[in-house]
Structure formats: C-alpha cells, structure tokens
C-alpha cells in the first residue's frame, strides 16, 4: 500500500506564518500611522513609510511561504510560544500612538522595541525549526529585523547632530 504524502505544510505551521504575517501587517500599521504623525518632516515620513513597505513586503514572504512550502521535518517544538505576547504588545503600542501621539524619539524607541522583540522572535523560530526551508525563512527575516535597527539607528543618530 502507498503512502500518500501531502503537498501542504501541517495546520500548526500554517497558523504559524498566518500569525507571523499579522504581526509583520501590525508593524506595517504602527510605522504607517508614524509616516502620518510625523508628515510635516518629508525624510522623516519617508523613512517610517519605507519601513512599513518592507514590513508588508515581510508579511507577503509569509503569505507565499504557506502557499509554496512543502512539508519536510516534523517539528516537536513550535515557536509561538511567545507570539501571543508580541501580537499583545503590538496591538497595545498600535492603540496607544494612535490615542497619544508621541514624540519623534518615543517614536523611534518604540519601534527600535519592536524590531528587537522581532529578531529575537525570529531567532527562536530559526533555532526551533528543524525544516530548513521554514528555518531559513525565519533567518531571512531576521537579517530583515537588523536591517531595520540599524536603519532607525542611524536615523536616531543624524536627528542628534
């Protein structure tokens, strides 16, 4: 008797990237509304635009991942252990910039918290994930995640001079 093998990753994995593109579309938002607040300076808007681009970008990647990604290794360990957390955390800083609007360098903390819960976040993924090409999608992110410090920290440091 033949084994049938399926073509489509397991639901928990599925979940998963659906759970990580909502996060990836709630950065997006949060940086969007920044892009808005801070309008009246083109290179400041223009910069928390950019990253909301590439956040949505992200979460694109994780809608094409579930549709692309065939099943490989089992694995025992998800990573959403802490996801719940971060959607939490997101959707509390998301309702309060838009009901308190913060300064430039709240702004820029904000977002540098953000960045850094989602490259230890994806690091995890990378470290739990047996499948290579899932783990290789959480690595890709991560690099995405340094990107955007060091972008927000240069940010920070010209606004300083």
Known sequence: MME?????????????LEECCAIEEKC?????????????SHD????????????????????MAIRTIKPGKTDKV??????????????????DVETNRPPLAVAFELALKIEKSLAEFHIDCILKYSDSDISKLFLQMEKH???HLELLQNAIASLRY
């Open 145 to 147: 995640d340094q990107g």
């Open 78 to 95: 998800p990573c959403n252990k802490n996801m719940k957390d971060i959607i939490n955390a997101l959707e509390l800083i998301h309702q």
């Open 44 to 63: 400041i808007s223009s910069l928390w635009n950019k990253v909301a681009s590439e956040e949505d970008h992200h979460a694109n990647l994780f809608r």
């Open 4 to 16: 049938k093998t399926s073509t489509q990753l397991p639901l928990t994995e599925i979940h998963l």
């Open 28 to 40: 997006a938002d949060i940086y969007r509304h920044f892009g808005k607040i801070f309008s009246a």
